[in-house]
């Protein structure tokens, strides 16, 4: 069963911008706490960003801050993640991730209980 579904992956060039989207069911969205995950080749998994249920708080890795923005629309079921000044150091599968037992945010990927399947952003120099 999907239970996140993302979209808006691409190859773009260093300086460029890409938007992500993660649309999740109504009962997942509805509590849960959001989050992004990317991936690069030959490397762990790591956290990028995190929004609590609400859309109150957020919280960036410092890899990202300032250049990535997320947010959440409750009446769509979606969390989208805005990336601005894109490096090739942020070449990665980005993973979107919902936790549903907490209502703030966590930048442990055991914190998450759904993931969508991935989307590859691909930054060229």
């Known amino acids: 069963q999907v239970q996140l579904v993302e979209s808006g992956g691409g190859l773009v060039q260093a300086g460029g911008s890409l938007r992500l989207s993660c649309a999740a069911s109504?009962?997942?969205?509805?509590?849960?706490?959001m989050g992004w995950f990317r991936q690069a080749p030959g490397k762990e998994r790591e956290f990028v960003v995190a929004?609590?249920?609400?859309?109150?708080?957020?919280y960036y890795a410092d890899s990202v801050k300032g250049r990535f923005t997320i947010s959440r629309d409750n009446a769509k079921n979606t969390v989208y993640l805005q990336m601005n000044s894109l490096k090739p150091e942020d070449t990665a599968v980005y993973y979107c991730a919902a936790d549903l037992r907490r209502a703030g945010v966590s930048t442990s990927e055991d914190a998450y209980d759904y993931w969508g399947q991935g989307t590859q952003v691909t930054v060229s120099s």
């Open positions: 929004i609590s249920r609400s859309g109150s708080s957020t």
């Open positions: 109504d009962r997942i969205f509805s509590s849960s706490a």
